[in-house]
């Protein structure tokens, strides 16, 4: 199963998380970009990126490996295979971001790799360049264990990265001027609401303004390390 993984991570380019078990260590887990089988040792073994070093792996010790990212090809028109969520990383004045968006079986994920981001009022803001996405299977709807149960109570996550939150939301008390915010900001399904959130260093989910919202049932949340860009200085 993981040299089965690893062989369509090879052939798309993606990123990948992996659970390594070194002799007499203890097992790390570990963020890769740029994965390829090694030149030098052969397809037993992977090298990839990680904090801008190159590292090398065998292939027999690596316990787990998920694809977090796929990389977008400009050529290709990319199809979703399963209803879902779809987190987008891409280039933003010159800046790495995200866009999530719900998206059913069989449509375009992406309208073309140079979209024009809308924004409040379908304002246009300048073209972005699409890098890479990550899927979630929907809430009400996954299987996989994807999804972590939360409320309010719960002591919230810390570790950085991406965070995706569903949750339900009292509209009959929410004002109008609000309706239009959530509307265009917020991507909602089968009346579960989502949104994403990027934590960084000395910050938890709930530094987040939906925790302190009293509209809000907090369902669970989906965690995902950020997208690394190639080879990146």
């Not at 992406?110 to 924004?119: S, V, W």
């Not at 996989?144 to 810390?158: F, L, M, Q």
């Not at 989906?222 to 860009?229: A, I």
Request: glycine share 4%.
């Amino acid at each position: 199963m993981v040299k089965d993984i690893i062989e369509i991570a090879v052939s798309k380019g993606s990123s990948v998380t992996i659970t390594y078990s070194k002799d007499g260590e203890e097992n790390k887990i570990i963020q890769l970009t740029d994965v390829s089988y090694s030149k030098k040792y052969g397809r037993d073994y992977i090298t990839g990126f990680s904090d801008k070093k190159e590292l090398t792996f065998k292939i027999d010790k690596i316990l787990n490996v998920e694809v977090e990212w796929i990389e977008i090809n400009n050529n290709s028109e990319i199809i979703s295979i399963n209803d879902g969520l779809y987190l987008i990383a891409f280039f933003y004045a010159w800046f790495l971001d995200y866009e999530l968006k719900t998206i059913k079986k069989g449509e375009r994920i992406l309208e073309d790799n140079q979209d024009i981001r809308k924004g409040i009022g379908n304002c246009d803001y300048s073209p972005h360049q699409s890098l890479a996405y990550h899927y979630i299977p929907l809430y009400d709807s996954d299987e996989s264990g994807k999804w972590i149960t939360i409320n309010k109570e719960t002591e919230p996550p810390t570790e950085k990265g991406l965070y995706v939150v569903a949750y339900k939301l009292d509209k009959s008390n929410i004002r109008d001027r609000e309706r239009k915010w959530i509307r265009n900001m917020w991507r909602c399904s089968n009346d579960i609401y989502y949104s994403f959130f990027v934590i960084k260093e000395n910050h938890s989910l709930n530094y987040s303004d939906i925790f302190q919202n009293p509209h809000i049932e907090i369902l669970a949340y989906h965690f995902c390390h950020e997208y690394k860009l190639r080879n990146s200085e």
